[in-house]
Each structure stands twice: as C-alpha cells, then as structure tokens.
Nanobody, 126 residues
Framework: QVQLVESGGGLVQAGGSLRLSCAASGRTFSSYAMGWFRQPPGKEREFVATIRWNDANTYYVDSMKGRFTISRDNARNTVYLQMNSLRPEDTAVYYC???????????????????WGQGTQVTVSS
C-alpha cells in the first residue's frame, strides 16, 4: 500500500502563494498517477490537478490553469502543488491521492483514486 502525507498548507493573504507537498511512501512503484483535490467548507470534494508518474503528463481543471502547477520529484516520491495568485475562494482542505492502477486519462473523479492523504488546510484571507 501507498501512504501519503500532505504538508505546506496555512494562512495566506489573497494574491499570495503556497506550495503543497505530498510525500508518498510504501509501494510507490505501483502508483500510476497522483492527484490533488480540494474540499471547500460545506461543499463536495473537487478535482484540482493530476500528474502521471512515468512521463509527468499533467491535467488541470480549467479554472486553475495558469495559477496552479502540479509537479513531481520521482527521486523523493513527492508531488507538489504550487498555488499562485490565491483567492479567498481557494480556501479548502487540500488532499493528495494516488491512483494505483492504469486507466483512462485523465483521472478526475475521487473514486478513481485508491489512496488518500489526511489533507492540509489552506485559508486565503481577503
């Protein structure tokens, strides 16, 4: 099994930046792709971005293209989410997830991921 630990969340003013990290351990070679999701207060979990381990192919939800960047460091088994120009509506708990089997690309639905981290809170003040 893969274990995931997120870090890097916090409180930031609107217009600021944060970089989230997701460290993977365990059977990381079995992962196909990694994704970032977020869950705003009182709302459902929503897709943010995904990246494939082998070729770093990425996919973003349209509303975050140009502001958010997903990347990975294979040597460190770590996936990052660089978030720039943050807005109050970006406030959410951010989760990373591992998709542990090949499948359709891009995987944008929570059910497509088998392993989840505990989440990290991001709060953007106006």
């Amino acid at each position: 099994q893969v274990q995931l630990v997120e870090s890097g969340g916090g409180l930031v003013q609107a217009g600021g930046s944060l970089r989230l990290s997701c460290a993977a351990s365990g059977r990381t070679f079995s992962s196909y792709a990694m994704g970032w999701f977020r869950q705003p207060p009182g709302k459902e979990r929503e897709f943010v971005a995904t990246i494939r381990w082998n070729d770093a192919n990425t996919y973003y939800v349209d509303s975050m293209k140009g502001r958010f960047t997903i990347s990975r460091d294979n040597a460190r088994n770590t996936v990052y989410l660089q978030m720039n120009s943050l807005r109050p509506e970006d406030t959410a708990v951010y989760y990373c997830a591992a998709k542990n089997a090949f499948g359709n690309w891009p995987p944008t639905r929570p059910y497509q991921y088998g392993t989840w981290g505990q989440g990290t809170q991001v709060t953007v003040s106006s």
